[in-house]
């Protein structure tokens, strides 16, 4: 079993306000925490990957098929593999969560090497 803490991260910066760090990861799934920051966006892209995830503080604002849904603490989502999406954070708290990616990131491009 592998355990990791939120205190043994070490970010990236994927965007300006964008902070993503790789958790527990096999061979199915991976996990990947994330901080964003008040007014920081991600911009639209899209992945092979299905990604579900939860917001545990703040509230994101993401963008699909021309749709505002706004995920607050408690709330999770799920995105299709290859979904254009987009995200922003409108508050003036950083929103923090965690995402699960099938089948698991190997070395995303934001990943500092």
């Not at 079993?1 to 043994?8: A, N, Q, Y």
């Amino acid at each position: 079993m592998e355990r990791v803490s939120l205190d043994d991260l070490e970010p990236s910066e994927a965007a300006d306000g964008v902070h993503l760090a790789l958790m527990a990861g096999t061979d199915s799934m991976n996990v990947q925490h994330f901080e964003i920051e008040p007014e920081a966006v991600v911009e639209e892209h899209s992945h092979p990957h299905e990604q579900t995830g939860f917001v545990y503080e703040g509230e994101l604002v993401f963008f699909l098929e021309g749709k505002e849904i706004v995920c607050g603490p408690g709330d999770s989502f799920a995105i299709p593999g290859d979904q254009p999406h987009a995200a922003e954070n409108r508050g003036d708290e950083a929103v923090r969560g965690v995402d699960i990616f099938s089948p698991p990131r190997e070395n995303p491009s934001w990943q500092e090497e």
